[in-house]
Structures are given as C-alpha cells and as structure tokens.
Nanobody
Framework: QGRLVESGGGLVQPGGSLRLSCAASGFSFENFFANWYRQVPGKEREPVAGIRADGHFTNYTESVKGRFTISRDNAENTLYLQMNSVKPEDTGLYYC?????????WGQGTQVTVSS
C-alpha cells in the first residue's frame, strides 16, 4: 500500500523561506506525477504545484510562481517544495499527492503558518 509522509512545515515570518519534504514508500514513486496542494479552513483544497514523473516539467498556481519551486529525487523517493518570499496568504495545510492511472495517494498534511 502506498504511503506519503510530509514534513518541514512550521511557523515562518513573512518574507522567509521553508522547505517541505514528502517521503514516498510502498509504490513506484518514479512513475507517478506528483503534486503539492494546500487547504485553509472553509475553503476547498487547491493545487499549488505539480511535477512530471521524470522531473522535466513543472507547473504552478499563479500566486506562487517565481516564489515556490517543486522538485523531486526519484532515487530517494522524495518530493520537495521550496517556499521563498512567503506571504501570510500562503498559510495552510500542505498535502503531498502522487497520481498515476487509477492510483492516487495522499499524505496527512503538514501545517505552514506565515505570520510575524
């Protein structure tokens, strides 16, 4: 059974940086498209960034372009999200997702709070 475990969340000041990690196990991570989503109370979960299985194509939601970078290390079965110049509106519960054909795995989420 596939499993994803996020880490790296926490409290960060506006303008600061944070790096999220997501460790994959129990499935062939290198074959999966991977994504980061975030959710705030009262709102639907929204996609933040995605990366193709081979790591050669990425996409971002408009609000994080130029500030966040998604990457992956298939040898280490790990997905990353480098968050720079963070803003209060980046606050939320960040989820890791891996998807391929009918397989769709989610982590439990890691909280990111941007506040002074």
């Amino acid at each position: 059974q596939g499993r994803l475990v996020e880490s790296g969340g926490g409290l960060v000041q506006p303008g600061g940086s944070l790096r999220l990690s997501c460790a994959a196990s129990g499935f062939s991570f290198e074959n999966f498209f991977a994504n980061w989503y975030r959710q705030v109370p009262g709102k639907e979960r929204e996609p933040v960034a995605g990366i193709r299985a081979d790591g050669h194509f990425t996409n971002y939601t408009e609000s994080v372009k130029g500030r966040f970078t998604i990457s992956r290390d298939n040898a280490e079965n790990t997905l990353y999200l480098q968050m720079n110049s963070v803003k209060p509106e980046d606050t939320g519960l960040y989820y890791c997702n891996a998807r391929w054909w009918i397989s769709d795995y989610w982590g439990q989420g890691t909280q990111v709070t941007v506040s002074s």
